[in-house]
């Protein structure tokens, strides 16, 4: 999940004074009180901006045809096909970005938009099952007979229910910051807030209006940018010395600082990918269904090699569930535990060993 983005939507639009305390967006919250139009009456250029936006994306994409619907994919790569899926807030563009490193490893991407983001109509598949279905169309559709997947978040639901409905399609499945509720998880906590906030249709505009001012953000103030998004996907005890020495590593490592802008953009615009968003978080069953399908023996009987990357300090998943449950559960799964980062294990000085260890394991198992 992108509580970022949460934390953006709620400074600029809504008065929560908990959350506008902890922001670093502080400044702009006062700009609000002192003049609560001065937002507003930026709204006309907002829309511009977001028709904008989308004529950005739908430049870079193509819309498959399928049985089950519209698909929104992009394909960038030679070699064997690895399907990547986004987690929530994303797009095929934060696919991409899941698999990116894997393109010059010899392997073809296939970035796609799950279900309610961007160009791919939710009708396509809300369950995690029905959008491991829908993928499979897309495979049909594009000739692709077999492939891998790569799943982040909330995407790793689908990642995962592809392997195990589609053993003969599916050759590898890795799992990037399972989605599941995070150990610190509380009744009126983070999750429900982001509930309600999204399924407010009074707020799409003014979200819209705090989406633009991330991607700006993103653009132009790479500290702000990394204070927001790298302080607030890792758990309330994760120790301050190592968010500040990943936040040092980020900003100071030219390839790390890149995708990190490129990935904050990717939140954006907020009503292009609202159904998805909401349809991932819409009750605690959307996010973390693992427990149930431990108890119907669905991992249990999966057959397709499984690789799980899984943070220790996770803010948006839970370590201890995919350690104690969920691994163990799935015949010969490797889990890679990662220390020094968060939810967003791309970012923070682990990365390359782990992006390694992802490679090394797609190409053992590759057809």
Known sequence: ????????????????????????????????????????????????????????LDAQSKVARTVAGPIEYKIRGKGPAVICLHGAFGGYDASFQLGESLVSKGFTVVAVSRPGYLRTPLSVGQSPEEQADAMIALMDRLGIEQAAVV?????????????????????????QGVGALPADFEPGGTYEILRALVADDGLVVPFDLASWFLYETARNAPKLTANLILSDDVLTGFPASELTQRIRYVLQTPQQSAFLKQFAITLTPYSLRRA?????????????????????????????????????????????????????????????????????????????????????????HQP
């Not at 006062?30 to 004529?55: D, M």
């Open 1 to 56: 999940m992108k509580k970022s983005l949460l934390l953006v939507l709620a400074v600029v639009a809504m008065p929560w004074p908990n959350l506008q305390a902890e922001s670093p967006l502080a400044p702009f919250v006062e700009l609000h009180k002192k003049n609560p139009t001065i937002y507003a009456n930026r709204s006309r250029l907002v829309r511009a901006w977001v028709l904008s936006r989308k004529l950005e």
């Open 151 to 175: 799943g982040f978040s909330a995407g790793s639901l689908t990642a995962f229910q592809m392997a195990a409905k589609f053993p003969d399609r599916i050759w590898a499945c890795v799992l």
């Open 276 to 364: 998805g968003d909401f349809n991932d978080i819409k009750d605690d069953i959307s996010i973390d269904p693992w427990q149930s399908w431990v108890d119907a023996g669905i991992p249990q009987a999966v057959t397709v090699p499984v690789q799980i990357i899984q943070a220790v300090w996770d803010g948006s998943g839970n370590y201890e569930e995919v350690r104690n449950l969920i691994a163990p559960n799935i015949p010969g799964c490797e889990l890679v535990p990662l220390q020094g980062c968060g939810h967003f294990v791309w970012l923070g000085k682990n990365t390359y060993t782990w992006e390694k260890k992802m490679q090394a394991f797609l190409k053992k």
